[in-house]
C-alpha cells in the first residue's frame, strides 16, 4: 500500500538541525539512550517468520491475544486499527494491513519544572521502552507464523504515529497537536506493529476531550515559544470525529524546542482530567501543576525546503 498523495513527509529532524545550526543540547543520559535506540535497538527490527502457523478461531480472538502479549511486554494501552493510505508517509509504502498500537505512560514527576533535562530524559527513556516493547511484539509475532513491520515510537517509521493512535483508540486530537488520552492524558508515547493478522479493530473515540480543549487555553498559554493557536483551522483537514484540526507552528516550535531541553511544556501543563494522571503511580510527591520556565524564544524558521516539511500555520505572525 503506497501513500496517500496529500500525506505528510516524515519529520526532517536533520533538515531542521541543520538550518538552525545544529544540535545544542548535550544530556548524556539523552545520548545514550539514543546511541542505545539507533545502534541497539534498529539492528533488531528484522525477523525470522515461523514457517508454521498458528490459526485463531475469529480476528476478536487474534486482537485479545494480542492485546494481552503486548501489556505482559510493556505496553499501559494497547489499540488496533486498518491501515489506510494516509496514515503512510508521503513516498512511503506499506506491506501489512493492520497496525497494532502501543503505548506507555511517562512518569510525570519528570514534568514538574519544563523545560528540564529530567523531562528530556523521561520523553527518550519512554522512547527506549517502547522500542523493546515493539521489538519484543514483533518477534512474538513472528514466531507466530506472521510478518510484521516495526513502527519505532522515535518516529522514523512508515506509519504515522497520531493518525494511528486516534483510530486505535487511544483518545482526541489536543490543541497542542498530541492525543489526549482518557485517563493517561497526554503524558504518554506510542509506537506500533504492522501485520497481516487478521484482527478485530478499535475506533476513534468521542470522550468530549474536543469540546474541553476548545474551552480550555492552558497548553496556548503556557507555551514558551508561543506556538499553540488559538482557533482550529479548516484548511488543516478533520480529525478523526470530524473537527477542524488545530495546528502548532512548528517553525515557531522547534527553534525553542532545539534549544530549551526539547520542551514538552505543553504536556504536563493540559489539565484534561488532571487528578487522574497528574500524579506519581508510584508514590513520589508531585505538585498538581508544573513549573513552567519561560525563556526568550529564538526567532521563529521556516527555511526547511519545502517537500520535506509538512503545512503549519504560522500563529501570531
Request: glycine share 8%; net charge negative.
Amino acid at each position: 500500500m503506497k501513500a496517500a498523495t496529500h500525506s505528510p513527509p516524515a519529520f526532517s529532524w536533520q533538515a531542521w538541525y541543520d538550518g538552525l545550526g545544529g544540535r545544542t543540547i548535550n544530556i548524556p543520559e539523552v545520548e545514550d539512550l539514543l546511541h542505545q535506540i539507533y545502534h541497539e535497538q534498529f539492528p533488531r527490527f528484522e525477523g525470522a517468520v515461523a514457517s508454521h502457523k498458528r490459526q485463531f478461531d475469529s480476528p476478536a480472538e487474534a486482537a485479545s491475544h494480542l492485546k494481552t502479549k503486548a501489556q505482559e511486554l510493556g505496553a499501559d494501552i494497547v489499540g488496533i486499527c486498518e491501515i489506510e493510505p494516509s496514515d503512510i508517509y508521503r513516498g512511503r509504502s506499506i506491506e501489512e494491513k493492520f497496525a497494532i498500537a502501543v503505548g506507555a505512560r511517562m512518569r510525570y514527576r519528570a514534568f514538574q519544572t519544563v523545560p528540564s533535562r529530567e523531562s528530556a530524559i523521561e520523553c527518550v527513556r519512554v522512547y527506549h521502552q517502547l522500542g523493546e516493547t515493539v521489538i519484543a511484539l514483533a518477534q512474538y509475532i513472528r514466531s507466530l507464523g506472521y510478518s510484521c513491520e516495526i513502527e519505532h515510537p522515535i518516529g522514523d517509521s512508515n506509519l504515522l504515529h497520531i493518525p494511528i493512535g486516534l483510530k486505535a483508540g487511544f483518545g482526541e486530537l489536543g490543541r497542542h497537536g498530541s492525543i489526549i488520552h482518557p485517563k493517561l492524558g497526554p503524558l504518554f508515547r506510542m509506537g506500533s506493529v504492522a501485520t497481516s493478522i487478521p484482527l478485530a479493530i478499535d475506533h476513534p473515540i468521542d470522550a468530549g476531550i474536543a469540546a474541553f480543549c476548545d474551552n480550555c487555553r492552558a497548553c496556548r498559554k503556557y507555551c514558551p515559544a508561543k506556538a499553540v493557536p488559538d482557533e482550529r483551522s479548516p484548511e488543516a483537514g478533520k480529525d478523526h470525529l470530524g473537527n477542524d484540526r488545530y495546528i502548532v507552528d512548528t517553525g515557531k516550535c522547534f527553534p525553542y524546542f532545539r534549544k530549551y531541553n526539547y520542551c514538552s511544556a505543553c504536556l504536563p501543563v493540559c489539565v484534561y482530567n488532571h487528578k487522574e494522571w497528574a500524579k506519581d503511580f508510584e508514590g513520589y510527591p508531585t505538585k498538581k501543576f508544573p513549573e513552567v520556565i519561560f525563556e526568550e524564544p529564538p526567532a521563529p524558521f521556516d527555511e526547511v525546503p519545502e517537500e520535506e516539511k509538512h503545512a503549519y500555520g504560522k500563529v501570531g505572525r
